[in-house]
């Protein structure tokens, strides 16, 4: 595998971020009461794939919110290539 990637063959611009996303998966996993719980990691074997597919769209969301507040609060971070 390439360095900087993960498994799934997406480039993490921000290794860091890693534990802050996992996190964020899992909350969201929780308030749409998918049943798994941090600690299975990643096994998500009884969770159907539009359930995979809200908790990923629903990071999209925040994600994008999160940005959008920081370019209108002057917080820009600059993007490496």
């Known amino acids: 595998m390439a360095l900087g990637q993960n498994g799934s063959g997406r480039t993490q611009l921000v290794k860091e971020a890693h534990s802050q996303l996992d ?30 597919g809200n908790v990923g769209g629903e990071m999209v969301k925040r994600l994008i919110y999160m940005g959008e507040n920081d370019l209108v609060n002057g917080s820009k971070a600059p993007l490496k290539k």
């Open 23 to 52: 996190n964020m998966k899992y909350e969201i996993a929780e308030e749409l009461t998918l049943g798994v719980h941090q600690g299975s990691e990643d096994y998500w074997g009884a969770v159907t794939s539009r359930n995979c």
